[in-house]
């Protein structure tokens, strides 16, 4: 007879644009955060992968959500929908037996008690019934690999869809950071900005995301080999609604970022404003770390670096890192100070 734990332990990424699930240190469901609603009865039709395809090809019936929006929750329904629709998705569910869940999720530093409150309501409803929240960036710090309890300093900037967050670590507190809402959604709309503006062309997220992926750059002298090759994009005309088709370079791209990605570098520089020398020379050794999907942006470490003057390392797998932290916290929840219970 096989006999189930009276409490399932779950980590949770709960990302603007993916949201990542942890149980028994696996990642057992890594899904586009979005649904699928029908719109006469408000029940949920799709979600993640399913919905995606969905995504901005709807009728009147039926339409597709993000519940969250700037690495919060904006739709308090389609979130509880979400959550406890992911939480199904994990492998060996038992549908006899539901146990009382414990959970760790990764919220942005800048949140309010409000949005706190939202998360945690939200959690509550999807079931969970003992629930620990973790600032992104901690997370992100914890599943680098960084040891955020060392009297030693580190940084880390987590660009991920919603927001981007930056703090300066030691002994396990926030020294210094800032929550920016300039992250992959804003560098998706700047490309659906440009191709406007440039071509008159009009596009949706899925084009502009997939133009980010092939041709997506910070800076537009990329060493040679690391440069991509032109995309050709799709689209209607503005005006005429004639198709067209534009091939677009990597330069064009960066152009089209620079001005997201020029908050990005002033807000970092505003962290290291306030943290004190000592930490400050740490971070000079030890460089600064990069997560989250917007690392991933061709020649982002090199423009920061050269802005800056500090090493800029890209983290290993930096889609996950706050995934992984979120499961090491979960781990040690009786150990971690700065979790908020």
Known sequence: MKFFSLTQEIAI?????????????????DEPSIIALDTRTDKMIAIGKEAQKMHERTHDKMRTIRPL???????FN???MMIRGMIKMIPNQSRLFKPSMKMVIGIPSGSTEVEIRAVRDSAEQAGGREIYLIYESMAAALGIG??????EGNMVVDIGGGT???????????????????????FTQDIMDYMSRQYNMKIGEKTAEQIKFHAGAATTSLPKGEEPEQYTVHGPNRSSSLPMEIPITYVEIAHSLDKSIARIETAILSALEYTPPEIYADLVKNGIYLSGGGALLR??????????QINFHVADDPLRAVARGTGIALKNVDKFQFLLR
């Open 78 to 80: 389609a979130a509880e």
């Open 164 to 186: 981007t967050e930056i703090a300066v670590i030691s002994l396990g507190g926030l020294v210094a950071y800032r929550s920016l809402k300039i992250a992959g959604d804003e």
């Open 69 to 75: 929006k700037d690495g919060v929750i904006a739709d």
């Open 146 to 151: 960084l040891d955020v309890e060392a009297p």
């Open 13 to 29: 990424d709960l990302g603007t644009a993916n949201t990542i699930i942890l149980s028994n240190d696996k990642i057992v469901v």
């Open 299 to 308: 020649g982002l470490a090199k423009r920061l670096h050269d802005k800056i």
